[in-house]
């Protein structure tokens, strides 16, 4: 059963913006914080933005002011607003659970985000 879908990936030039959605089942939306992660190939993934359940954030140092995340409480949904997008912002950009500040649910598909230089 598939609890987490993202989308709103694309190409983008570099300064750009594009914001991911993260389709949640209710359960899991009411129950955990929901945190986007990213990986490059080869490296490992890390974590970007979450959001907690009352609506908390805590963001990585290389998208504070130009990353926002937020939570639609009507849409289960969390979104993830990418402005002044740089290259290195280029990844695979996945949504997941978090319990106990750790992702907690199988990976799904994410979201290719690619910022053209």
């Known amino acids: 059963q598939v609890q987490l879908v993202e989308s709103g990936g694309g190409l983008v030039q570099a300064g750009g913006s594009l914001r991911l959605s993260c389709a949640a089942s209710?359960?899991?939306?009411?129950?955990?914080?929901i945190a986007w992660y990213r990986q490059v190939p080869g490296k490992q993934r890390e974590l970007v933005a979450g959001?907690?359940?009352?609506?908390?954030?805590n963001y990585a140092d290389s998208v504070k002011g130009r990353f926002n995340i937020s939570r639609d409480n009507t849409k289960n949904t969390v979104y993830l607003q990418m402005n002044s997008l740089k290259a290195e912002d280029t990844a695979v950009y996945y949504c997941?659970?978090?319990?106990?500040?750790?992702?907690?649910?199988?990976w799904g598909q994410g979201t290719q985000v690619t910022v053209a230089s």
């Open positions: 997941n659970a978090q319990h106990f500040f750790k992702p907690y649910l199988p």
């Open positions: 209710r359960s899991i939306f009411r129950m955990y914080s």
């Open positions: 959001i907690s359940v009352g609506g908390s954030t």
